[in-house]
């Protein structure tokens, strides 16, 4: 099993930034291949960016690239999601996955086991 916790999150203006973690714990052994996902109020959750976990190779969706940026510390068994830029409608709970497996580099829900239980990002206009 691998735990995940969320943290960084909080109220900040349009054009601001913020930066998440992502703190595993558990199973670390190995790294995993880690994702990042949002859903806002009404929609469903979608992804965000992804990063393997060598951590080189990482994964955007196009809402945010140029804009986020996904990185990793094995040492510390912690993913981080840098936000510059920050727009309203980049308001959302946050959540971070881990995959089961230590290959690859994932943008889809399905392929994550392990999910913590969010974060709240809210941008004020």
């Known amino acids: 099993q691998v735990q995940l916790v969320e943290s960084g999150g909080g109220l900040v203006q349009a054009g601001g930034e913020l930066r998440l973690s992502c703190a595993a714990s558990g199973r670390t052994s190995s790294s995993y291949p880690i994702g990042w996902f949002r859903q806002a109020p009404g929609k469903e959750r979608e992804f965000v960016a992804a990063i393997s976990a060598s951590g080189g190779s990482t994964r955007y969706a196009d809402a945010v690239k140029g804009r986020f940026t996904i990185s990793r510390d094995n040492a510390r068994n912690t993913v981080y999601l840098q936000m510059n830029s920050l727009k309203p409608e980049d308001t959302a709970v946050y959540y971070c996955?881990?995959?089961?497996?230590?290959?690859?580099?994932?943008?889809?829900?399905?392929?994550?086991?392990?999910w913590g239980p969010g974060t709240q990002v809210t941008v004020s206009s």
């Open positions: 996955a881990a995959r089961g497996t230590v290959w690859g580099i994932y943008t889809t829900q399905r392929e994550y086991a392990y």
